[in-house]
């Protein structure tokens, strides 16, 4: 643990991080960290440079598949009470960039601002929902976006403004860093009202997710003007199954990790749709799980 000299009571060498991800699967990182403050995370980070090590950040693992062999250098999970914060200010919230994003748009709700609601069940953190730009038909979570606190890749502290950050189709130019807090101006709106659509969303948006007890993660992002279920459907690939994994039957671009499931099964299922519905359909599928 040389490396780490003074970061003992926060870095730990071969996590398992099947257990930090919704898909339950994958080997170890290299090393892992939960920092208590922005400044000790700028620190891990600038010693992971100095050390020339690879960082990456684990937010709540919805979207993550884990290699079997696993991860080298340094995975960071933002999830101290820190980077979990949430407080309203005038019509804006500043929320920490490990905070789940279902718990801000209730938030948010509950304090009586509009615009978030149509995020309500998608999975993740606050942090990876803006540097991916999280979005419905409705809209992205970054129009609302006014301010963000993040830690450069060299360590560094940085503040950005809307202006100074790009969103487009879920995509920002925030990759480049790990984003520590946000601020999002919203509509005041009735609280009651929102809490209503609130429930409604959360219901239809449910219905087309797998069940909570099942190890699921969605696979590909829904083309422009088309969804990305249908077409593996129209493909004739409902119920496909490669070892381990399977494709969800309330909603086909979800796939399943049963017990005996590991990476390489679900790697095999990718490769299988994205094959098929190119040859079958002639589109191409863009991946919205991240493969460590």
């Known amino acids: 643990m040389g490396t780490w000299s003074g970061f003992e009571k926060v870095v730990r060498p071969s996590e398992v991080l099947a257990m930090h991800t919704w898909l339950g699967l994958g080997g170890p990182a290299q090393y892992y960290a939960e920092p208590r403050t922005a400044e000790e995370l700028a620190a891990l980070v600038a010693r992971a440079k100095q050390e020339g090590l690879p960082v990456r950040v684990l937010g709540a693992g919805s979207n993550i598949l884990v290699r079997d062999e ?7 999970h933002l999830g101290c009470p820190a980077f979990m914060d949430m407080r309203s200010q005038e019509n804006r919230i500043i929320v920490g960039g490990g905070a789940s994003l279902t718990r801000v748009v209730t938030f948010a709700a509950h304090e009586g601002f509009g615009g978030l609601e149509t995020l309500v069940a998608i999975p993740g953190t606050v942090g990876g929902a803006v540097q991916g730009n999280v979005g ?27 202006r100074e950050i790009l969103f487009s189709r879920r995509k920002s130019t925030l990759d480049d860093s790990l984003i520590v807090e946000v601020e999002l101006e919203l509509t005041p709106e009735d609280p009651a009202d929102l809490t209503r659509r609130l429930h409604k969303l959360w219901i239809l948006r449910k219905a087309g997710q797998p069940l909570g007890h099942q190890n699921s993660a969605r696979l590909f992002k829904d083309p422009r003007g088309a969804s990305a279920a249908e077409l593996i459907e129209a493909a004739g690939l409902k119920g496909t199954q ?24 679900i790697m095999r299922i990718i490769d299988t749709v994205r094959t098929q519905v190119q040859n079958r359909l002639g589109v191409q599928l863009e991946l919205d799980l991240e493969i460590w």
């Open 136 to 162: 419905t038909h409705s809209g992205d979570i970054g129009e609302w976006v006014r301010r963000v606190e993040v830690v450069t890749l060299s360590g560094m502290i940085e503040t950005r403004t809307h």
């Open 242 to 265: 490669i070892g381990g994994a399977t494709l969800c039957d309330r909603n086909v671009n979800f796939v399943v990790a049963e017990a005996n499931c590991s990476a390489n099964d």
């Open 70 to 76: 696993g991860v080298p250098g340094l995975v960071v």
